[in-house]
């Protein structure tokens, strides 16, 4: 409160400069923006250590011949080219199984679902995000152990595995998606006369399309660097195995963790190349990432 | 009703066998450029139609008839059923949850809400157009324009389609306005544009009722005139039912009133008069309809 009442202008006491400029307010705003901007720092420090950390140790074990080589026959020497192949054949069946399963019940969920089925459909999708991925590994090791026998091996069992993982994710979120269409323009369509299945493929999906799109590359970002479900399901090899379903299949994951665990003679060269395998699959989550973005903006539909 | 059954057309209706609705419920396919130009519009008869959401009864025993080939108007105060009753001619009321429909509605003597009717189908011959504009986001002005086709109909060559848009377009009198830009996304144009739009994508169907829920609400009024001389044209091909709020636009864009009023809130809306909109406005015969429109409440 000013010691003396001011006026301005009007030779009345002024309401306008009866509470001073406001010091103390701006006091307190200057140190909680401080506080907040403090704490962002603090929460990034570990994220950029951690990608410094891996490239900085990473960088070595990269070469031409990382990328292009298996490491079949070879001690201690080889690449990791029949890892990479192998991270991207997993996720890729993976997502096969995923996506037409997660999105169609997703589908279900928001465009028909009603009721008791509804709700208990939504508790076990909730509980099936919070499966430990070792336990969705063994899952699916133990089902094809039924049909296979015992010591089964083979990339596909990864895949079921991670898909176990991944159809949650990609579950919430393409109803998130899907509720954010507005209900005009189901009616609108209705109103034509197009059934309710036109409906959806027609008019709500591509609507939607963008928003789709993310939650399955943030599915995929999600479950590409899964290590527990892969070693106990899709094995330790060396050399390069492109079908899924005969073998067994490295990955950049499990092969990051055997070399670590077992570098063999040449211990340096191996630990680099579990760190240029760990910096590989950092890239591989970032540039995942990176086009989920790229596409929502350019096929996002702006909804009036 | 005049010129209700003598509408001219550019073939015998004999060809096809049975009416329209029976018609359209095994044969999911249009051909619209086999369709005559003008297709005589149909005639809606309400009796003892009441509306509930769940055990809420919204709407109680409407008994009317719609006129073929005019333009009625459904006004009333907030609240009082016009929308809930709107929707129910065309089978949209049932898509709430909970929402049921009792009592008879017919298009030209059949009833709508008969257990073999696919709704979808009714769909087809009533169309609707709704408050605020809603163009397909995902799709261009022509792709909106024959979203009716696209969705429906078996495939129609680009020629047809391309007649079709043209057509609807005109007779939405936004022709001019979008002939080249016809690959411009739905919502580039302004909401009288938008509007319009809507109209003529409900009109590319060939429906034979029109519904509109208070279309000019959520225009200016430059917009707001040139929809309702739209109006005015579309009556001749089509039977046009049209919910306002706006007393004006009834008393300017209509032939016969309906008023529909409230007792209290909670209790159902109802059927209070109905007439040709002169008589209703200068003369009205019930003292509710009076208060009403000489602007006492509401």
């Known amino acids: 409160m000013e010691s003396s009442v001011q006026t301005l202008g009007h030779g009345e006491p002024s309401r306008l400069l009866a509470s001073g400029l406001g010091w103390r307010r701006r006091a307190v705003n200057v140190v909680m923006t401080t506080l907040i901007a403090a704490a962002f720092v603090l929460a990034m420090i570990p994220l950029f250590s951690l990608v410094f950390e891996v490239a900085k140790r990473g960088i070595p074990g990269l070469s031409l011949e990382f990328f292009t080589e298996d490491a079949r026959g070879v001690v201690g020497g080889g690449g990791a080219s029949h890892a990479i192949m192998g991270t991207l054949i997993i996720t890729a069946v993976a997502s096969v199984i995923s996506i037409p399963i997660g999105i169609m019940a997703a589908i279900y969920l928001n465009e028909y679902g009603t009721g008791r089925l509804r709700r208990a459909l939504t508790f076990f999708v909730d509980v099936m995000t919070g499966i430990p991925s070792i336990v969705a590994g063994l899952f699916a090791y133990a089902l094809f152990e039924i049909f296979f026998g015992p010591g089964i091996r083979l990339g596909v069992t990864g895949s079921v595995a991670l898909s176990l993982l991944m159809i949650p994710i990609v579950i919430r979120s393409a109803e998130e998606v899907l509720k954010i269409v507005p209900d005009h323009l189901r009616e609108a369509s209705y109103a034509l006369g197009t059934p309710k299945w036109k409906t959806i493929t027609k008019i709500v999906l591509p609507t939607a399309f963008a928003g789709l799109v993310t939650g399955v590359m943030i599915a995929i970002a999600r479950i590409v660097g899964e290590t527990a479900p892969l070693l106990v399901t899709t094995g330790v090899v060396d050399s390069m195995n492109t079908d899924p379903f005969d073998g067994r299949m490295q990955n950049l994951a499990v092969y990051a963790y055997n070399e670590y665990r077992s570098p063999g003679v040449m211990k340096q060269a191996a630990y680099d190349k579990a760190w240029a395998a760990a910096l590989t699959l950092i890239a591989i989550v970032m540039i995942l990432n990176v086009a989920a973005r790229l596409v929502y903006r350019r096929y996002k539909t702006e909804i009036r | ?298």
């Open chain 2, 1 to 298: 009703m005049l010129g209700a059954a003598t509408k001219k057309r550019s073939e015998p209706r004999e060809k096809k066998g049975g009416t329209p609705l029976s018609r359209a419920v095994g044969a999911p396919s249009t051909e619209p450029a086999a369709k005559p130009a003008g297709r005589p519009a149909k005639t809606i008869e309400t009796r003892g139609v009441d509306l509930f959401y769940g055990d809420f009864h919204a709407v109680e025993e409407v008994t009317m008839t719609i006129a073929p080939n005019k333009v009625t108007a459904l006004i009333g105060s907030s609240g009082c059923g016009k929308t809930t009753f709107l929707r129910s001619l065309n089978r949209m009321h049932e898509l709430t949850p909970g929402a049921r429909v009792e009592g008879e509605v017919t298009l030209d003597g059949e009833d709508i809400y008969d257990g073999r009717v696919d709704p979808v189908a009714v769909r087809r011959l009533v169309g609707m157009v709704f408050q605020q504009p809603n163009p397909f986001p995902t799709m261009s002005i022509y792709d909106n324009v024959a979203a009716g086709l696209n969705l429906n109909a078996k495939k129609v060559s680009k020629a047809q389609k391309d007649g079709v848009v043209e057509r609807s377009l005109r007779g939405a009198h936004l022709w001019d306005e979008v002939s080249d830009r016809l690959d411009k996304p739905g919502g580039s144009l302004s909401g009288g544009q938008q509007q319009r739009l809507c109209i003529a994508r409900a009109i590319a169907v060939e429906p034979e009722v029109l519904l509109m829920d208070e279309p000019c609400s959520a225009l200016d009024p430059v917009a707001t005139l040139a929809v309702e001389d739209l109006i005015g044209e579309l009556k001749s091909r089509y039977t046009i039912v049209i919910v306002t709020h706006n007393m004006q636009q009834a008393a300017r864009a209509s032939d016969v009133t309906a008023f529909f009023n409230l007792d209290e809130t909670g209790k159902p809306g109802h059927l209070v008069e109905m007439g040709p909109t002169d008589e209703i406005f200068t003369n009205p015969t019930e003292k509710e309809t009076e208060d009403y429109v000489s602007g006492r409440f509401g």
